[in-house]
């Protein structure tokens, strides 16, 4: 089981000037090579580094200008491919009057998940993100992180073997933040899963790799003691992040 991203170029045109007049190509990625295999990923980078590009391109949302997606060595494309994909956005409209789950039960039939299955998969996942209690409350009476958690266990449907994630814990309270990196550390043996942040605690601990993604191009990618080795001896994550982006938006 492989994620296979191959020399992956993405560019924008942007208006720049004070009118707004003048046109310039912006390369969000810019040959972007990456080989996964099962475990856990932490995908950092400042503002404007290419992450959420990248993301949208693995998920089939934005098409690439160059380059390959590759599962098991095949284009990552199609029902096959959706079928072993969760996705969890950064930010997604939410229907207020759905409880939750009648949002996990349309989001099941989505993913074509039959539907006799579809209540046994639902309190699965809702057990896993610890919303059991919460399900028939409408949406509208859930807080930013109950929504959060929400998404998540629609990721999570279906049980897929790739499963990504866009700032998951935004939102989420300490305690809350510390439940989701167990749960991801503890089903990372047999799958993968990358997670896009800015919180570098929340993979530091947990992560096989981390991706550092720095204006469309990967700086490094490695286990978190070898990096802390290069860019930080004697520090951390934090410390790594600092030392290759400088001040910014790592927490």
Do not use: C
């Amino acid at each position: 089981m492989d994620l296979t991203i191959r020399q992956l170029k993405k560019a924008y045109l942007t208006r720049t000037g004070l009118m707004r007049r003048g046109i310039r190509k912006k390369q969000a990625l810019d040959g972007v090579d990456l080989t996964l295999g099962p475990g856990l990923y932490g995908l950092l980078g400042p503002n404007g580094a290419g992450k959420s590009t990248l993301i949208h391109i693995i998920t089939g949302s934005l098409a690439a200008d160059s380059g390959q997606v590759l599962w098991n060595g095949k284009p990552a494309r199609g029902i096959g491919f959706r079928r072993i994909l969760g996705y969890m956005p950064q930010q997604q409209g939410l229907y207020d009057r759905y409880t939750g789950r009648r949002f996990l039960a349309y989001m099941a039939a989505l993913k074509e998940i039959p539907s006799k299955e579809v209540p046994r998969e639902v309190d699965r996942v809702a057990g896993e993100v610890n919303l059991t209690d919460q399900l028939d409350k409408r949406l509208a009476a859930y807080s930013g992180g109950m929504k959060q958690r929400l998404l998540l266990a629609s990721a999570l449907l279906g049980a897929p073997k790739l499963l990504i994630l866009d700032e998951p814990t935004a939102g989420l309270d300490p305690k809350e933040r510390v439940r989701l990196r167990e749960l991801l550390a503890s089903m990372a043996a047999d799958r993968i899963i990358l997670v896009a942040t800015h919180v570098v605690s929340d993979v530091e601990t947990v992560a096989t790799k981390v991706i550092l993604l720095r204006e469309g191009k990967v700086v490094d990618a490695a286990p978190v003691s070898q990096l802390v080795d290069r860019y930080a001896p004697g520090g951390g994550l934090e410390e790594v992040y600092l030392s290759v982006f400088g001040e910014g938006d790592g927490k």
